[in-house]
């Protein structure tokens, strides 16, 4: 069996490597989408500032939410978007302190560039019409996918599991499977988090969910993990596989692969799919309910946007899609690396 615990906590790792995105969103606010001249302005609404911007709602949400994160953007007393004493005297150009012109130095960066035309078109990267290469992450019928090849699915479920080793044995100390008999992990991966599960509860039994090539990767880590024996591997496509009935519906770090309404359409299948008194369970991480931060998560959450069609979401966000699919959200528990678990009981 895998060491039940890391000895040090990994967070400031991933930390450091999304720290990448701050740049990114920093420099294409100055220079690219120039926030800070048009808030210099005066206050505005969300939807105007979208507007004068030109961004749709997910990629203003993963901008906004960074810059307020650092520091940059608040809102006022009337809900509207305004500029920070700091960014009011720093960032406005042409005034007394300005340091525009320094931060868009980098305005020309290929990474720069790169999160810029993610945030215009919206698309994650690989999704471009005329784009050969496909989408890394995720899965939609009609795309192409990384995750539809043997050998990069292996190599990035592979690297996923990185986080999930570490993070899985927290996980399994934060949920409580005692009476539960089924586990149904839907774009399980690996299926680490479940089987972490399954050595907690030897009574305990998973089915993981997710496609052809990513489950072939899922059996080695069950042989691995030593729980072969009571786990089901099914093929298919969340978004289309009528899911099996369990007592337990894992969503682990698969919501913010997704925009809202296919978040909405997978939390209302998986409360379909849990039998009375069991759980959804949304293990995940969680932006701030006001969508100010914590920074290292809106970096991750612009991490996610880069890479596949949603984004970060907030504790609010899910328990709202909870409570429409007839689930009472019940408190997160933190897991590790900025993760937790929030459960919506069927009653």
Known sequence: MPTPFPQTDPTPLFELFRGIHATELLTAAVAHFRLFEVLGHGPLPDRQLRDELGLAPRPFVVLTTALWAMGLVRKNSTGNFQLTELAEEHLVPNLAFDVSGYVGLAAENPSVLGMVERLRTNRPYGAEPKSDSGTAFIFREGTTSAMEQEASARRLTMSLAGRAKNVA?????????????TILDVGGGTGIYAYALLAKYPHLKAIVLDRPEVLKTAAECAQEWQVADRVSLVPGDMFQTEFPSADLVLLSNVLHDWDVAECEALVAKSALATSAGGRVLIHDVFLNDELDGPLPVALYSASLFSLTEGRAYSAAEYRGWLKSAGLDPQPVVP??????VLGGLKK
């Open 169 to 181: 044995p927290y996980f399994a100390e934060a949920v409580d499977g005692s009476t539960a008999a």
């Open 335 to 340: 897991t590790l690396v900025h993760c937790g």
